[in-house]
T-cell receptor, first 114, second 115 residues
Framework: DQQVKQNSPSLSVQEGRISILNCDYTNSMFDYFLWYKKYPAEGPTFLISISSIKDKNEDGRFTVFLNKSAKHLSLHIVPSQPGDSAVYFC?????????????FGQGTILTVHP | DGGITQSPKYLFRKEGQNVTLSCEQN?????MYWYRQDPGQGLRLIYY???????QKGDIAEGYSVSREKKESFPLTVTSAQKNPTAFYLC??????????????FGPGTRLTVL
């Protein structure tokens, strides 16, 4: 049972344009959401998070939007840069899940073309 | 310079052998986690520990074992009972100052290949 889903395996974007990565979840008890960026053969690095009491959180070029009624979140990267090319994972935690446990989506490969 | 260390980066073992993956952190984090990543899949939780001398099974604990004798260390043993051990293994840690609302910090990973 995949509780966190990233339905787009890959996304290709031109440098300078907006990248939008999507994530859906099924567990209504999730109340904290995170985005991680991962390069091949490296560990993921934390990008940005949002709690369920907000619908938007912004950090520089990265903005995360949360739509609780639709159980959907998205990560916007503006403007996209070639160095943003990586795999992006969304993750969720909180509520009825085990303390501090994160549930990850399958990841989306973002390629930003110069 | 705080961080999480995993060693070795690449590990090869023969089928049927147990192997232990190292994870050390000097971030003074209470919680530590082990994940595995397979191609085209997200990170799946193997074991986690919220405090020294205590650990819990994650979603795919079968064939694995852990110990948490020190706050800084959380080694993972991949036993011969694990049917498909070849994968990329990631260790993570997190503080507990915001309850369950803390991000996890990851190590660089160990690529295990069983021949």
């Amino acid at each position: 049972d995949q509780q966190v889903k990233q339905n787009s395996p890959s996304l290709s974007v031109q440098e300078g344009r907006i990248s939008i990565l999507n994530c859906d979840y099924t567990n209504s008890m999730f109340d904290y959401f995170l985005w991680y960026k991962k390069y091949p053969a490296e560990g993921p690095t934390f990008l940005i998070s949002i709690s369920s009491i907000k619908d938007k959180n912004e950090d520089g070029r990265f903005t995360v939007f949360l739509n609780k009624s639709a159980k959907h979140l998205s990560l916007h990267i503006v403007p996209s840069q070639p160095g943003d090319s990586a795999v992006y994972f969304c993750a969720a935690s909180g509520g009825g899940t085990s303390y501090g446990k994160l549930t990850f989506g399958q990841g989306t490969i973002l390629t930003v073309h110069p | 310079d705080g961080g999480i260390t995993q060693s070795p980066k690449y590990l090869f073992r023969k089928e049927g052998q147990n192997v232990t993956l190292s994870c050390e952190q000097n971030l003074n984090h209470d919680a530590m986690y082990w994940y595995r990543q397979d191609p085209g899949q997200g990170l799946r939780l193997i074991y986690y520990s919220q405090i020294v001398n205590d650990f819990q099974k994650g979603d795919i604990a079968e064939g694995y074992s852990v110990s948490r004798e020190k706050k800084e260390s959380f080694p993972l043993t991949v036993t011969s009972a694990q049917k498909n051990p070849t994968a990329f293994y990631l260790c993570a840690s997190s503080p507990r100052d915001r309850g369950p609302y803390n991000e996890q910090f990851f190590g660089p990973g160990t690529r295990l290949t069983v021949l």
